[in-house]
């Protein structure tokens, strides 16, 4: 199995541009996880979908993210307008039947974000 | 609501000795308990995880956990360490259904260890 894939893998950019990050989960995942990770801050969870719907938004910073999962093989987070302190890395994750009863969850390589 | 607290930032050791990474951990109802590994520039992977069963878990790389449930603790031990396992680790935990978190993955802050020649 290829595993959960990210993309871009870095990305530099200007404050105020807006930022896509993708995502396909591993096929047959039917829940899907976006984490931030910084040194301040840690691993948070910003939202989650179980099949292709979101279920838990709360961890999502302010208004200018989002993120939207149209089908079983993709999601996007986005930031519009970026700023400087949005710069992380971003996690996105799979697994079969969430975090419930255990089941493991998979990481991709992250999206190394960078606003100047 | 759940949450991880990892007491140790950070842990320098020699090569060859033994390791302990210490996890608390704080719930209402059942838990389900996981330890990753993050290798420099790479995404989480899973050591081990706890279910139910055995309080002594064996994950990959010769890394074991145990659970103690007084304690609410899951410290993660390796007896010999190698330089490759320079990582940052991370304690993690889910709730069983009735849990207000049930479905998420809650995370500690991370334990960064550095495995001296």
């Known amino acids: 199995d290829a595993g959960v894939i990210q993309s871009p893998r870095h990305e530099v950019t200007e404050m105020g541009q807006e930022v896509t990050l993708r995502c396909k989960p591993i096929?047959?995942?039917?829940?899907l996880f976006w984490y931030r990770q910084t040194m301040m801050r840690g691993l948070e969870l910003l939202i989650y979908?179980?099949?292709?719907?979101?279920?838990?938004d709360s961890g999502m910073p302010e208004d200018r993210f989002s993120a939207k999962m149209p089908n079983a093989s993709f999601s996007t987070l986005k930031i519009q307008p970026s700023e400087p302190r949005d710069s992380a890395v971003y996690f996105c994750?799979?697994?079969?039947?969430?975090?419930?009863?255990?089941?493991?969850?998979?990481f991709g390589e992250g999206s190394w974000l960078t606003v100047v | 609501a759940q949450s991880v607290t990892q007491l140790d930032s950070q842990v320098p050791v020699f090569e060859e000795a033994p390791v302990e990474l210490r996890c608390n951990y704080s719930?209402?109802?059942?838990?389900?308990l996981f330890w990753y590994v993050q290798y420099p520039n790479q995404g989480l992977q899973l050591l081990l995880k706890y279910l139910s069963g055995s309080t002594l878990v064996k994950g990959i790389n010769g890394f074991e956990a145990e659970f103690n449930k007084s304690q609410t603790s899951f410290h993660l031990r390796k007896p010999s360490v190698h330089i490759s396992d320079t990582a940052e680790y991370f304690c993690?935990?889910?709730?069983?259904?009735?849990?207000?978190?049930?479905?998420?993955?809650?995370f500690g802050q991370g334990t960064i260890l550095t495995v001296h020649p």
């Open positions: 979908f179980n099949n292709n719907v979101p279920i838990d």
């Open positions: 096929s047959g995942h039917d829940y």
């Open positions: 993690a935990v889910s709730e069983d259904p009735g849990g207000t978190s049930y479905g998420k993955l809650t």
């Open positions: 719930s209402s109802v059942s838990v389900y």
């Open positions: 994750a799979s697994s079969l039947l969430g975090a419930a009863a255990g089941n493991t969850i998979y």
